[in-house]
């Protein structure tokens, strides 16, 4: 059984699923989207402004959310806390920590069934395959190479 349904389809507790339907409704979820079956794909994502190393999460966690849902899933993409050594001090494994916290929580207590993990560097990747197994979540990682540097075809 999917790890959604007891959000989604729970006979045993009406009254909270109905709670979780309304909040999901509300975001513009349909009820065939949460009821009907289909796995809820997380797409965790380390970009952001702040990280300009994984900025270009942002742009793959568009194609793949548009591949998790061609292929019949439902996709919920999230942060998790950004990571950029070369613009943060002091730096040490305390980001990978957090990031990894953040994301274990995320994973234990949303209505996620899969995870896609975009990673990219020797801080995200560690972190988020430790959430992922920590969790026991099926996870496939998704490396997704290095920090663009601004320059095409010779120009900036």
């Given at each position: 059984m999917l790890r959604s349904r007891k959000w989604f389809s729970n006979?045993?507790?009406?009254?909270?699923?109905?709670?979780?339907?309304?909040?999901?409704?509300?975001?513009?979820?349909?009820?065939?989207?949460?009821?009907?079956?289909?796995?809820?794909?997380?797409?965790?994502?380390?970009?952001?402004?702040?990280?300009?190393?994984?900025?270009?999460?942002?742009?793959?966690?568009?194609?793949?959310?548009?591949?998790?849902?061609?292929?019949?899933?439902?996709?919920?993409?999230?942060?998790?806390?950004?990571?950029?050594?070369?613009?943060?001090?002091?730096?040490?494994?305390?980001?990978?920590?957090?990031?990894?916290?953040?994301?274990?929580?995320?994973?234990?207590?949303?209505?996620?069934?899969?995870?896609?993990?975009?990673?990219?560097?020797?801080?995200?990747?560690?972190?988020?395959?430790?959430?992922?197994?920590?969790?026991?979540?099926?996870?496939?990682?998704?490396?997704?190479?290095?920090?663009?540097?601004?320059?095409?075809?010779?120009?900036?």
């Open positions: 006979p045993d507790n009406h009254e909270m699923t109905a709670l979780y339907l309304e909040r999901y409704f509300n975001y513009g979820l349909t009820p065939e989207e949460l009821q009907s079956g289909k796995p809820i794909i997380g797409i965790a994502q380390t970009g952001s402004d702040l990280s300009p190393c994984n900025r270009h999460h942002l742009e793959l966690a568009k194609r793949v959310r548009d591949g998790v849902n061609a292929a019949g899933g439902t996709a919920m993409e999230f942060p998790v806390h950004p990571i950029q050594e070369t613009g943060k001090r002091p730096t040490a494994s305390l980001d990978r920590n957090l990031a990894y916290l953040s994301l274990t929580e995320s994973l234990y207590g949303y209505p996620i069934d899969a995870v896609v993990l975009l990673i990219g560097c020797d801080k995200t990747t560690p972190a988020l395959l430790m959430a992922a197994s920590t969790v026991n979540v099926p996870a496939i990682a998704l490396s997704v190479g290095p920090m663009l540097n601004g320059w095409f075809r010779g120009q900036r």
